[in-house]
């Protein structure tokens, strides 16, 4: 069975400050994608990495896929309000077809 | 262009009743999945179709079936409800490819009482 396990589970912080979320697993995965989500909706997909060492910007959100594909990472540089939500990460395995092993997530909040 | 719908939005149940709880996408995907989502618990995934007609377990089938007539829709059956299932049911879709993106409904949140 593929575990992904994100840390820190809740992180609160100041309205500008930068943050970094983690996502690890013993298992190798073909792609890793992050989502948010916001109370009440479904997850929106924001990146997905795919190549080991891989890094995507979009915007102030830094990814990055490890060297090894077991590990990822989101870097949110000066962070605002709106970046507020439940960030989740989750792998794809060598089919894929048969669905995400997602991690528990990071409650993120951005005090104003 | 819709993306995925799920109905209803919201539904009590009682134990021991049924229910099926719907969802489409008009995106033409082959692949559909339903999970839960339980708080701090991730999302579980209950049952996948890989195209109309192919349906098969996840990590999560028990009091749960489906079926996949169309490609359009993926309709998930809940038989005898009971509390356990109360959580937040999410569909997803996906056109496969290299990378497996999943784009999601907007979830049904169900209690059992």
């Known amino acids: 069975t593929q575990l992904l396990e994100q840390s820190p589970q809740f992180l609160s912080i100041q309205e500008g400050e930068n943050l970094t979320v983690y996502c690890n697993s013993s298992?190798?995965?073909?792609?890793l994608q992050w989502y948010r989500q916001e109370p009440g909706e479904g997850p929106v997909l924001l990146v997905t990495?795919?190549?080991?060492?891989e890094v995507k910007k979009l915007k102030r959100l830094t990814f990055q896929f490890g060297d090894a594909r077991k590990d990822s990472s989101l870097h949110i540089t000066a962070a605002q309000p709106g970046d507020t939500g439940l960030y989740l990460c989750?792998?794809?395995?060598?089919?894929?077809?048969?669905?995400?092993?997602f991690g528990k997530g990071t409650h993120l909040i951005i005090q104003p | 262009n819709a993306g995925v719908t799920q109905t209803p939005k919201f539904r009590i149940l009682k134990i021991g009743q049924s229910m099926t709880l719907q969802c489409a996408q008009d995106?033409?995907?082959?692949?559909m999945y339903w999970y839960r989502q339980d708080p701090g618990m991730g999302l579980k995934l209950i049952y996948y179709?890989?195209?109309?007609?192919?349906?098969d377990k996840g990590e999560v089938p028990n009091g749960y079936n489906v079926s996949r007539s169309t490609t359009e829709d993926f309709p998930l059956r809940l038989e005898l409800a009971a509390p356990s299932q109360t959580s937040v049911y999410f569909c997803?879709?996906?056109?496969?490819?290299?990378?497996?993106?999943?784009?999601f409904g907007p979830g049904t949140r169900l209690t059992v009482t």
């Open positions: 997803a879709s996906s056109y496969g490819g290299a990378n497996w993106e999943q784009y």
């Open positions: 298992s190798v995965f073909s792609s």
């Open positions: 990495v795919v190549t080991g060492g």
């Open positions: 989750a792998g794809a395995g060598g089919g894929g077809a048969d669905g995400l092993t």
């Open positions: 995106m033409n995907h082959n692949y």
């Open positions: 179709s890989v195209g109309a007609g192919i349906t």
